[in-house]
């Protein structure tokens, strides 16, 4: 198994030849946008779509209150959005204005017609792109609802209900003409820029934001180390090894379990010592569906149930019951979740094939791993079979990590350890690793 490495990361900054470290990413900090990548889609009753509307109102209420009052604090990412925040776990008070801006909303004739149609008496499956184009039809209305909720006489109530004619007038022209999803949609921007905070927030884009946000609620982060089950192809090490100047690292993996490739790391935070799977990435999308409604699985059931499953008279959504199967209990759900996990690491799309990756991949259940020093882990040398230099690794640098495998070897007693040169062959045009006796003594 091979991990190609620049130069700053093996002698640099990282020292990670010297201190046997194989680091483990953020999957957003990565080269593939679509990393661990799920296809969620929203499916529920009308006591899940409720919550949702009402977690909704929750993070807008509390973004727009951040942009208020420090703006420079706000990255424009996902990350500004508080998903996290659930309405059963605010202040009585602030749980009482938010239940007013919501049940408002709710109650608003225009806009229970329009939802239902949307979500199609709430049984239809509705894909992020819908979802997206939903939110921006009902997030002027919501705004309006915040605005009068807080207004404090600071906007003149005629302005104000004059602002809501324009809302429900841009509404009902388009829905006297069709109630077809495509048609009501294309009063988005009309709607939108009639908002009283369009300028200052909506361009922000909130609702994709917010959408891309949710999966914090439904996976737990996860970090993953690459390696590839070659070292032969030209384009990967002009990319992971800058230019050809890097090196790659070659590791005896070992095989149990059904022919399942492993790897032995010591983890940094309570030093043990155990087998870490390979797993090979399967080069075509992911086309599996996951129902987000039934895949909150980052919360303690509690709050879930609280916030997601219940009315605020305690009658249960039907999806929860479903959720509980015949036993009454949730280990089949946990098993077909912790799946779904496991299912999304392992796709990249096809354009990625010629990595031929390997991945050991680390799912943060307990959130241990937030912190960069906490993912740095370690190998046994004795599991680095070789290394390779690529075709411009400076004669320097080439030392330099020869001098540390002496030293290694020397401290674990091991009298071989290979190194290799990539050479290109001009007569079989093969682009491969030549051997280079090296003493090592």
């Known amino acids: ?10 002698l640099g900054d990282h020292k990670e030849l010297e201190k046997q470290t ?16 799920i296809k969620y889609y929203w499916q529920g009753d009308k006591i899940i779509w409720d919550n949702f509307f009402r977690h909704y109102i929750l993070c807008l209420d509390t973004t727009i209150a951040l942009y208020q009052f420090a703006p420079d604090k706000m990255e424009d990412t996902k990350n500004d959005i508080p998903v996290h925040l659930m309405f059963s776990e605010q202040t009585d008070v602030y749980k009482e204005i938010i239940q007013r801006i919501f ?18 008496n709430y049984t239809k499956k509705i894909y992020k792109d ?7 039809l009902i997030e002027p209305y919501i705004q309006w609802y915040i605005i009068k909720e807080k207004n404090n006489n600071k906007i003149k109530e005629e302005i104000l209900y004059n602002i809501k004619n324009k809302l429900d007038k841009n509404l009902q022209d388009i829905l006297k003409e069709d109630c077809s999803l495509e048609t009501i949609l294309k009063c988005t921007t009309a709607l939108r820029q009639t908002s009283i905070y369009f300028n200052k927030f909506n361009l922000n884009d909130f609702n994709l934001k917010y959408i891309q946000a949710l999966r914090k609620l439904s996976s737990c982060k996860i970090y993953i180390a690459c390696f590839s089950e070659e070292c032969s192809n030209v384009a990967l090490w002009g990319y992971y090894a ?7 690292l070659k590791f005896k993996d070992f095989i149990k379990d059904n022919g399942n490739l492993y790897l032995k790391l010591k ?11 390979l797993n090979k990435v399967i080069y075509k999308p992911n086309d599996k569906e996951v129902n987000f409604f039934t895949n909150i699985g980052v919360l303690p059931m ?19 019951l479903q959720m509980r ?26 354009d990625w094939k010629n990595e031929k990756e390997c991945r050991i991949s680390l799912v943060d259940t307990f959130h241990r791993f937030k912190d960069e020093n906490s993912r740095v882990f370690n190998y046994d040398f004795n599991d680095l079979e070789a290394i390779i230099f690529g075709m411009r690794t400076p004669i320097k640098e080439r030392m330099k990590i020869i001098n540390i495998i002496r030293k290694k070897c020397k401290e674990n007693n091991r009298d071989s350890f290979d190194f290799y040169e990539m050479k290109y062959n001009d007569v079989n045009f093969e682009f491969k690793p030549h051997k280079l006796y090296i003493n090592i003594k």
């Not at 049940?103 to 199609?120: E, P, W, Y």
């Not at 979740?337 to 392992?346: K, V």
Request: proline share 2%.
């Open 242 to 248: 800058n230019n050809h100047t890097g090196v790659c």
């Open 267 to 277: 983890n940094p935070i309570n030093n043990e010592i155990r087998d870490y799977k």
């Open 325 to 350: 199967g015949d036993k009454g209990n949730l280990d089949e759900w946990r098993k077909k979740y912790w799946d779904n996990i496991d299912n999304c690491i392992c796709y990249k799309l096809s």
């Open 103 to 120: 049940l408002n909303f709710k109650n608003d004739i225009l806009m229970q017609n329009l939802i239902s149609h949307l979500l199609d």
């Open 1 to 10: 198994m091979y991990r190609l490495r620049n130069l700053n990361n093996i």
């Open 130 to 136: 819908n979802l997206y184009d939903i939110l921006n």
């Open 22 to 37: 194989i680091f483990l990413a953020d999957t957003d900090s990565l080269n593939d946008p679509l990393e661990s990548y």
């Open 302 to 320: 509690g709050i879930l149930t609280n916030n997601w499953y219940y009315d605020e008279n305690h009658n249960s959504s039907e999806y929860f």
